[in-house]
């Protein structure tokens, strides 16, 4: 694998290095689920081809050059040791196919993300990163592990034009423009579940935000980043990663 940046342009190999650190960002931050989620990100050019992470690898040895690239039918498009997980393949291509725009489609099992999608009233409007989650939230139902050709219309149905999809009893997920985007709209995600975990465990009364203030959210979100979305924070999280081991940009 060493010499796959040889292989590749300099677009793509900068591709190669951003996922690879939003993988290793995953496992810092504790959302992932040993071998079996999966982040993937579209490569440039009309093919709709795209990287994954090598099935097998945990999120914390993923580097980038053992990305595998493949097409919408799974085909491996350069030489690589590693498969890829088939339950990704399916969610990841089913999306990249049907939305141009979700340039990368971060996927997890987190404890708290799961929790709340086992519960009928998802996402409550109780906290500031819930607001700017329910701005953009769909919700699609449990249908077994995601193996089957037949669920892609549905996913993609349930997702619409939104950022964020809640799995039902199964995990959530993000889409964004870039890669740094998806990363930032997972960490809203996480923490409005995690927060509202919480909320809940004082089995005091809520309080919810008002629906008007949800309905702003996308504005404000552009206004608190300077447009720049995930952009913002994101050389601050490189900077973080490369202190602590510098092996993804590989």
């Known amino acids: 694998m060493n010499d796959v940046k040889s292989q590749v342009s300099e677009e793509e190999w900068k591709l190669r290095v951003d996922l690879a650190a939003c993988y290793r960002l995953v496992a810092l931050y504790g959302w992932d689920d040993l071998i079996f989620t999966h982040i993937s990100a579209r490569l440039p050019g009309a093919d709709h081809h795209f990287l994954i992470n090598p099935y097998g690898m945990t999120f914390d040895e993923v580097s980038a050059s053992s990305l595998v690239k493949i097409d919408l039918e799974g085909k491996k498009l350069m030489e690589s040791p590693y498969e890829i997980n088939p339950a990704g393949f399916t969610i990841h ?45 769909g919700y699609h139902d449990y249908e077994g592990v995601a193996l089957h050709e037949g669920e892609k219309p549905r996913l993609v149905r349930d997702l619409g034009d939104k950022s964020f999809l809640m799995l039902r009893n199964h995990g959530i997920l993000t889409v964004g423009a870039t890669i740094p985007d998806a990363f930032l709209l997972m960490y809203l995600f996480e923490a409005a579940c995690t927060i509202q975990i919480r909320a809940q ?50």
């Not at 990249?96 to 929790?115: I, P, Y």
């Open 93 to 137: 291509s089913a999306i990249h196919a049907a939305r141009d725009d979700a340039k990368c489609v971060l996927h997890t099992h987190s404890l708290n993300g799961v929790a709340v999608s086992t519960t009928k009233q998802g996402v409550l409007p109780i906290s500031q990163q819930s607001v700017f989650v329910l701005a953009s939230l």
């Open 201 to 250: 465990s004082t089995q005091g009364e809520l309080i919810t935000v008002d629906s008007k203030i949800v309905a702003g959210a996308t504005m404000m979100a552009k206004q608190v980043t300077r447009s720049a979305g995930g952009g913002l924070a994101w050389p601050g999280l490189l900077r973080k990663l490369d202190r602590i081991d510098r092996s993804y940009r590989d």
